[in-house]
């Protein structure tokens, strides 16, 4: 069974940089895609980045220019490099990984969740 990771969250002042990591064990090959989402209190999760096993990537409107999403396919792990972190970006941060139908583990899997706490 895959299982995910996530580190690198905390408290962090306005105009950090953090970078958040997710480590998937548990699948001999790559994801086809892995994500960053986020979940504010009582609100619904949103998709942050995402990017696939060839490296093309795509971003929320929110983050683009700030964040940087990339991943190392030999240590299975992606990252989320941050910058200019405002408050409102202060959120749970989800790591998710998507694996081919045909693959022997198929289907999405979630990490726990690294809290991110951007103070004014």
């Known amino acids: 069974q895959v299982q995910l990771v996530e580190s690198g969250g905390g408290l962090v002042q306005a105009g950090g940089s953090p970078r958040p990591s997710c480590a998937a064990s548990?699948?001999?090959?790559?994801?086809?895609?892995m994500c960053w989402y986020l979940q504010s209190p009582g609100k619904q999760l949103e998709l942050v980045a995402s990017i696939t096993s060839g490296g093309t990537t795509n971003y929320a409107d929110s983050v683009t220019g700030r964040f940087t999403i990339s991943r190392d396919n030999t240590k299975n792990t992606v990252f989320l490099q941050m910058r200019s972190l405002k408050p409102e970006d202060t959120a749970v941060y989800y790591c998710n990984a998507d694996y081919w139908p045909h693959a022997a583990n198929p289907g999405a899997y979630w990490g726990q969740g690294t809290q991110v706490t951007v103070s004014s």
């Open positions: 548990g699948s001999r090959l790559s994801a086809r895609l």
